[in-house]
Structures are given as structure tokens and as C-alpha cells.
């Protein structure tokens, strides 16, 4: 488990998008404050039959709630299948989308569905859970960002056409989402020293190589600013770019035959055609693309440019707002990217990117973007060992925390040493240095663990605490006021690295997952049969 920058990020997709619009020109903002919530599942390619029983029913028609789908030993039923169709529809209406034919929208939803419960079992698996007290938080941090009450930004979801039952499901996916991506996708992800140096020679060779998006946008405001009158060269930028991006994505399935890959290249060049002559965007991704984001309109969130992969990166730099991209080919498969918009504005607070540190440690926190420093910087670092043990179908919290106050009683009384019970009990890659933690510095670690460290004094040893990743003793060795001038550029390199590589890896993740999962679709091996019949 490496040590990187977390935060709640992977909610952008329905249940932060208030915060992050927040930055965004007020026009961007409104349109996306507007959306309701929805949870993203991998969307499968549209199907092209023309015959089945429309999803929305029509009034008086017979619904039987029989199975649409089998996942593993749990069922997806056709009441249910209908009851989402026909909810995503007046999401998609009331957000000016064009919805899909009755089978193609069916097709999507039931895609989403099944892999919403490809990931329920695997978190259930991990013994990753998500209470309503960490719903009720989560609700709380995200109208804090936008500087509401819960009142007020329940009355905003409401307005939006969403139930506040409906948000806070969604939300309570989320959660389970991202702490799935953190148990099992972002601790394989590993950014080396030598493409740290790598990424730093580089960008000293070339400024406008990883340079952040703080940067480029006061090389943009300063060229404008040579062409416009002086009034206006008075205004400068007051964050990095954002960029709001939407995709639509033509999935090639893994061993597909040339045949098969150049049918599904002419179907993305087709609907880059009908996206470059105009179009509507989120229509064609709702009826046309595999990607996650499908039934959004494609919309994957705002970020700042090296929040997003590389590939994407490369495509966008030179578009503006409202521009497309050309094909983008990667190993999912064809990617087509809208910048929705794009403007320099302040981040919303612990929305910054995640990064890995060079030493292993528990996942951490979101570090808010420190500025710029013209000086030496110095912060207060704890050195720190810890123990983890991870939950599983197994291992409940309680049997988790319960074992590890009985190691605490024993560190307590002086029966053991520390990094002996660390080798002996902890789950972290760091157990047979004796849970050494080395050097941490503030926001490097997420919240709960930190804020139990540094209530410790050198020598003392925490209760049981509970973080994403399991239950945690700690112990602090010492601390010390130190320059981080050279390790923060090291580190803000880690984050961009880490960042370019985060999202592809976790998509990648997503489809072994459902690759590994026993999935009977009885609805589309019914609407074959019909289709053969006819």
C-alpha cells in the first residue's frame, strides 16, 4: 500500500457536482447544478435489435417481474429493470438529452445495473460497508464545498428532479465505489523515483512539459494580456485550468479478431462524424457509448488538465470549449472527448488529486494545493509505525477491532514491542519493517488516521482506529520541523504521474471484475431469440 493523496473525487460523477462546478464559469455551473444525481456502472455497446419489450412501459401494458439478469447468486429483476429505465429517462429529458429507443436505453441501464452489482459483492467480499453516519458526513462535507446548508443543498437535489432517498443511495454507491478503487486499484499503482527524476528533468528542459495547469493558466493570462487593453490585463487567474470533459467510448472487448476491431473502428468513426458536424453530444453518448459515464451524457467530471490520462491530455490541449476531439485509441478501446468547458477558478477545497509518496503507508488524505513558494518550506513531520488489519467476509469490524485492543493491552503493559506485533499481526505491505512509516508529512495520510497521530505524543500508542483501508493501532516515534521545499516538487510530480495512471488502471480493474463474475443475461438472450424469429 502505497502512500498517495486521496479525496472524495471519484464522486464527481452525480454527487459532487455541485462542487465541482463550483469554479467553473457560473454558466458551466448552472448547467451542471442542474443534473440530477446518477451512479455510474460499465455500460456494454448498444444494442442494435430493433425488438424487445420497451423498458418505460406504456400504460396498460403487462409487465411480468420475472429475471432480466443473474449475477452471480443475486438477481436483477425485470420490475427493476423498468423501475431504473424509466427514472434514467426523466433524468435524461430533464437535462435535455435525447433518450435512447426503448431497447437501447434497456440495454444501457440493465449494463449499469449489472455492474453496480459486480461491485456490491466484491466490496461486500473486502468487507467494505458504507453506514448511514458515513452518508450523513459525506452530505455534510459536499454542502460545505459549496458553502450551503444540507437543507439547502437537499432543496437543490429535489429541484433537480432527484429524490433525496434516490441521492443518498447514490451516494451511498459512491462511497462504496471509491473505497473499493482504493482497496484493490490504487495501492498496484507504483511511480518510481527514476520517473520522478524523469518527469522533473523534463519539465526543467521543457516548462511546458507536466507543467501544472496554475502555470499554464498565468502563461495564457499573460499572453492575453500583451493583446488586450489595460484594464483587463489587471485580471488574473485565481486557480489552475479546469477542464470539463465528456467522452463516449466504443469498447473493443479483449481478444477481439481484426475483423471485429475494424467494425467497431467504423462505428466510433461514425459517430465522430455525426459528433464533428454537430450532433448533440450527450445524446450520442447515451445511445451510442460503453463508458461508464454513458447514461450522464458522457460527462466524467472537471478536473484540472493533469488530473486527466495522458491520451486525454494530448487530445485536449490544443481544444477549446465546445471543440471534439478526433479518435483517441487506447486498450478499452475508442475514445471521442467534448471539452464542456474550460476556465481558470480556485479548486474546491480537498478536491485535489491523489498522489503516491516513496515509502509504504495507509491510503491518505486530500491535500488542498499549497501555493506557490518563494522560499524554503517547512512543516511539522511524524515519524510513525502502524498495524493493519484489513476487514473481510471473515474479518468483521468489531472481531478487527477487538483483536487489535487486545494487542494494545499487551504494547500497553510492556509484554511486546511494537514493530513485533507489527511483523506478526499488521496486513500493510510495511509489516516486516515493523509497520515503519517513515516521515510523514501533513494531508499525507486520510483523515481519520491523521487526526489520531497527531493527538499522540512521541511514544504513545493510539486506540483502535478505523480508516478505508481496515483498523489501524498507532504509534508516533517523533517529530520534527522540516524543508520540504524538494520533496513537495517530488511529490506534486508522483501526483501527476499517479493521476495519468489512476483512472485507466481502475477502468481496466472494473472489467476483469465483471469479466470474472458469472453474469446470465436472460433479458438479451430473450430479445436474440425474438430478433431470430422474426
Known sequence: MMRRLHSLRRLSGSALLLALCAGLPAAHAAEQTGRPASNGGKAAPAASQKAAPAAPAAKGEQ???GIAAVVDKDVITLRELRDASVRIASELKSRGIQVPDDQTLQHQVLQRLIMERVQRHEADRLGIRVDDA???????????????SVAQLRAEIEKSGTSWDAYRKSLRDEIRTDRLRQRAVDSTIVISDAEVDAFLKDQRRNP????????????QAQQQAQQQPAPEQAAAPSGPMLYALAQILVRVPEGSTPEQLAALRKKAEGVLARAKRGDDFASLAAAASDGPEALQGGVMGVRPLDGWPDLFVKAIGNLQKGDVSGLIQSG???HIIKVMDRGTAQPAPGRTARAPA??????????PQAPAQQGPTEVMQTRARHILIKTSTVMSDETARQRLEQV???L????AKFEDMARQYSQDSNAPQGGELGWLNPGETVPPFEAAMNALKPGEISPPIQSPFGWHLIQVEERRQHDVTDELARMKARQILFERRAQPAFEDWLDQLRAQAYVDNRLEKQQKIQQNNR
Open 408 to 410: 494494545r493491552q499487551r
Open 332 to 334: 478499452n478501446g475508442f
Open 63 to 65: 409487465f411480468v417481474d
Open 134 to 148: 458515513q452518508v450523513d458526513q459525506a452530505i455534510t462535507t459536499i454542502a460545505g464545498r459549496n458553502k450551503i
Open 412 to 415: 500497553v503493559a510492556g509484554d
Open 208 to 219: 511546458a512539459f507536466g507543467a501544472s495547469p496554475q502555470a499554464a493558466a498565468q502563461q
Open 358 to 367: 516513496p515509502t509504504p503507508a495507509p491510503q491518505p488524505a486530500a491535500r
